[in-house]
Every structure is written in structure tokens, then in C-alpha cells.
């Protein structure tokens, strides 16, 4: 059986670190990108799985670390057959436009949700075309919807989000002629540490999100693309989202 390489980023805790789990426990051999270089659970997964987890430095705000991850993934292998951008922050989510709004944190929110799938996309997209599989997932939210909007708040996440949607949209334009298949993937109210520490009152925990993710991932074929889009589905319930 060929071996499946599979690159996740964000994958220091949370989902990314629960994408980690679930994909070795696939068979993937993985590349997990760490944005912090300390000693936590991803170290410890990594003592775990020595010839399978890669941990990888990956900063995707910064793009020279990006391009420097993309090198050392390169030494180890000329194709990428699954990569899921799930980093992504949060920012302000209680500030109206009648408040005063943090203009240089909305941009770091859009560096990181935004350009910083770009980069990465941008970076490792030459190694995921030489897959057979090609496909990439990018774990965006129902906050990205325009169509089914109802906040009020939420600025800098809800607009990368829909930044994030688009990218999605230009880049399946572009390249599934060359048989790229691409996923947008809102993952449900999931008890990360987007809001800085652990969100308990969320409804999935990182594992069920991350077994969600995969499964939806892993049933790609099901979901066909509508009206040119690529599928964005609610991985926890299956349902498709709108644009």
C-alpha cells in the first residue's frame, strides 16, 4: 500500500492537534506545522510515531517561514496528498461598528485566516498537484457564509472567513482541470483555544471535530460541486452550506 502524505497546519493543540491523531491513526505519515517550537502534545504524539509525524515550523503569518517549511517538506518527499489549512485566530468578537475597532489586530486576523492559506496553499500547491489524490481542505466557518449572515459583530473572523471562501473558489477555479478536489469545511462549535484558553461550553470536542473532518474528507466523492463552487459542508452534520 502506497503511503499517504498528509501536511496539517495549526497543529500545535485544538483540531489541528486532533486532525494529527486521527490521521496517523490512518496510515498517513504526517507533517504537522507547529507554530510554537516547545515541548507539549505534539512533541509527545511525535515520540509516539518517530517515522510517521514530521513536526515542521510553521508560522503561516510569515512568509518566509512558509517557504522555508515547504523546502524542508520537500526533502522528504515530491508530493503532498492531502493538506488541510486549518490554522486560523479568532480576534475581537464583541465590538460593533459603533465601538472602537482594533484595526491592527483585524489585520492580523486576516494575515493569518486569510493570506496566510494563501501562502501555504501558494507553497505546498506544486507537491499536492503531484499527488494522485490532490485534494485540499481548507477549514473555514459558517461565519464565512454571506448568504446565511446574522451577526452583527464579529468583523476581522467573519470577514477572513469569507476572504478564506473565495480563495477557495478562485484557486478550485484554476486548478480542477488538473483534477484538484478541494473541500470548504466548517467544523461545528468545537471546544478549542481560539479564544485563548479552553472554550468547555462548546458542543464537539476536538476529537469529534477532528473524526467529523476526516470522515467528511474521507467521503469527498459524495459531495459533488455545485453551481461551479466547491462543496462547503458542515462536517458535523453533513449539510452543505451557503455561500
Known amino acids: 500500500m502506497t503511503t499517504q502524505f498528509a501536511l496539517v497546519t495549526g497543529a500545535d493543540r485544538g483540531v489541528g492537534l486532533g486532525l494529527v491523531q486521527e490521521l496517523l491513526g490512518q496510515g498517513f505519515t504526517v507533517f504537522a506545522g507547529r507554530y510554537a517550537a516547545s515541548e507539549g502534545p505534539l512533541q509527545q504524539l511525535k515520540d509516539l510515531h518517530k517515522n510517521n509525524l514530521h513536526l515542521v515550523d510553521l508560522d503561516i503569518s510569515n512568509a518566509e ?76 466557518s459558517e461565519a464565512g457564509s454571506i448568504g446565511s449572515c ?20 478562485l484557486i478550485y477555479n484554476q486548478f480542477k482541470s488538473q483534477g484538484l478536489k478541494l473541500l470548504v469545511l466548517h467544523p461545528g462549535y468545537v471546544q478549542s483555544y481560539m479564544h485563548g484558553e ?46
Not at 78 to 102: F, P, S
Open 65 to 140: 517561514s512558509v517557504r522555508a517549511a515547504a523546502s524542508w517538506v520537500g526533502e522528504y518527499t515530491e508530493r503532498i496528498d492531502l493538506l488541510i489549512n486549518n490554522a486560523g485566530i479568532l480576534g475581537d468578537i464583541e465590538a460593533t461598528v459603533l465601538d472602537e475597532l482594533d484595526y491592527a489586530e483585524m489585520q492580523e486576523v486576516f494575515n493569518v485566516n486569510a493570506l496566510g492559506t494563501l501562502r501555504v496553499t501558494q507553497a505546498f500547491l506544486p507537491m499536492l498537484l503531484h499527488s494522485e489524490r490532490k485534494l485540499l481542505a481548507n477549514i473555514s
Open 150 to 169: 446574522t451577526r452583527h459583530n464579529w468583523y476581522a473572523y467573519c470577514m477572513s472567513k469569507a476572504a478564506l471562501n473565495m480563495q477557495s473558489a
Open 198 to 243: 479552553l472554550n468547555t461550553k462548546a458542543s464537539l470536542t476536538v476529537e469529534q471535530a477532528a473524526s467529523n473532518i476526516v470522515r467528511t474528507i474521507n467521503n469527498y466523492d459524495s459531495y459533488e460541486p455545485v453551481d461551479g463552487k466547491p462543496p462547503y459542508i458542515h462536517t458535523a452534520t453533513g449539510e452543505r452550506l451557503v455561500w
